[in-house]
């Protein structure tokens, strides 16, 4: 069951036997999607210190988060599995994230140094999306990055946020698409379906 309002996050486990540890939002999505059901706890990355980086070391306790995971589909292509975040720009070569449209698709609350969703939430059945107008110039697109560490580049004209369950994209143009920080190849067309309560991530 997805976290309620007002409600806590998590519980208090025994640390499980055979606990397999990522280090990364990739890794993290892949020990979980890869079908053997076994216990994966996590420490680093971007859904790690949404979780509030707290070092696992060698404690007996740990806390077990139910967390949602996204399946991305790309121009009708088998579905992706990302746990943090989702990213779609134009490719580096034609202007990267200073130019043209960018579609910020977050289940974590963070990307690096940034916090691109200070109101979402990794267990609410939804995830957080932003949508950077491509009329929006460096000089802005830099200014809004740095307020971002505040968590203060919203609202903004030029930023279209929802929170969605799921959603389809269509862009005019092929954009690259990066999974967790991985780049998953260029698409035209994004499909995206939040998996509620589909795993549970230990730290």
């Known amino acids: 069951m997805t976290i309620s309002k007002g409600s ?14 990522a ?10 999607s890869d079908g053997t059901g076994r216990p994966v706890a996590v420490s680093g990355g971007d859904m790690f ?4 980086s707290r070092p696992m070391g060698d404690r007996t306790d740990l806390m077990a988060f139910p967390l949602d995971v996204v399946d991305v589909e790309l121009d009708g292509r088998a579905p992706i599995v990302a746990v943090s975040h989702v990213l779609a720009r134009l490719p580096t070569r034609w202007g ?10 977050m289940n974590a609350e963070f990307i690096g140094d940034a916090d ?16 950077v107008d491509e009329s929006m110039t460096a000089r802005q697109r830099w200014a809004s990055h740095r ?14 946020t929802r929170s969605v369950r799921s959603a389809v994209f269509d862009f005019d143009m092929a954009l690259r698409v990066f999974a967790d920080g991985v780049d998953v190849g260029s698409a035209r067309s994004m499909t ?9 991530v230990h730290a």
């Open 49 to 52: 210190r949404t979780m509030g």
């Open 192 to 200: 995206i379906t939040v998996r509620p309560d589909a795993a549970v």
């Open 8 to 21: 806590s996050w998590g519980r208090t486990v025994t640390r499980p036997a055979g606990l397999r540890l």
């Open 147 to 160: 307020r971002m560490r505040n968590a203060m580049h919203l609202p903004h004209p030029q930023i279209s």
């Open 96 to 105: 990267g994230a200073w130019r043209g449209p960018i579609l910020v698709v």
């Open 116 to 131: 691109v969703a200070p109101r979402g939430h990794p267990n609410d059945g939804r995830v957080e999306t932003l949508l």
């Open 23 to 32: 280090a990364t939002d990739a890794e993290l999505a892949t020990l979980l």
